[in-house]
T-cell receptor, first 115, second 106 residues
Framework: EAQVTQNPRYLITVTGKKLTVTCSQN?????MSWYRQDPGLGLRQIYY???????DKGDVPEGYKVSRKEKRNFPLILESPSPNQTSLYFC??????????????FGPGTRLTVL | KNEVEQSPQNLTAQEGEFITINCSYS?????LHWLQQHPGGGIVSLFM???GKKKHGRLIATINIQEKHSSLHITASHPRDSAVYIC????????FGTGTSLTVIP
């Protein structure tokens, strides 16, 4: 089954404690992306990757890191989480955002609370 | 700055009604997307458009590139259509509207 998986699904942590949210896709997609969703602000892109070893900042990259060492995995790293990073996070993948026939597949979401 | 604007924000309809959700954007794009987010939070891609019109079951999406505007229509609405509908545009990056919360009453 084609899918994007994220782990953990729920996480409560404290300010400053480094954490990683994993994302994996089994569709051999080139493009992967991380988004955060906040009430009233909608979805905003954090980082994206157009292929292995290629990553770019989205709209709200501050406080986040990513890496793309393998095509299937795209982890999101919060080196020193702060309360304003409390949010619902989605990972997504697509063969390529510039191709009009390719849709985006979303992971189930990770609800993060930073105390 | 709001690259993507959606209207209305909230919409309540009676079962069977024809529904329209509008989306305007201000940036150059390669494609426009309509997404559906269910109350449980999961997001599903409904359509990707670069021109014209697409139809899938009771859902129709149109785009006017010159006017930078898209519409999502739902014909014969049903309570199971209740969800948040999100418009997004893409080039290398994705930009999203804040969503339209639709409730269809039986």
């Amino acid at each position: 089954e084609a899918q994007v998986t994220q782990n953990p699904r729920y996480l409560i942590t404290v300010t400053g404690k480094k954490l990683t949210v994993t994302c994996s896709q089994n569709m051999n997609h080139e493009y992967m992306s991380w988004y955060r969703q906040d009430p009233g602000l909608g979805l905003r892109q954090i980082y994206y990757s157009m292929n292995v070893e290629v990553t770019d900042k989205g709209d709200v990259p501050e406080g986040y890191k990513v890496s793309r060492k393998e095509k299937r995995n795209f982890p999101l790293i919060l080196e020193s989480p702060s309360p304003n990073q409390t949010s619902l996070y989605f990972c997504a993948s697509t063969q390529g955002p510039l191709r009009p026939t390719d849709t985006q597949y979303f992971g189930p979401g990770t609800r993060l609370t930073v105390l | 700055k709001n690259e993507v604007e959606q209207s209305p924000q909230n919409l309540t309809a009676q079962e069977g009604e024809f529904i329209t959700i509008n989306c305007s954007y201000s940036v150059g794009i390669s494609a426009l997307h309509w997404l559906q987010q269910h109350p449980g939070g999961g997001i599903v891609s409904l359509f990707m458009l670069s021109s014209g019109k697409k139809k899938h079951g009771r859902l129709i999406a149109t785009i006017n590139i010159q006017e930078k505007h898209s519409s999502l229509h739902i014909t014969a609405s049903h309570p199971r259509d209740s969800a948040v509908y999100i418009c997004a545009v893409s080039g290398n990056q994705f930009y999203f509207g804040t969503g339209t919360s639709l409730t269809v009453i039986p």
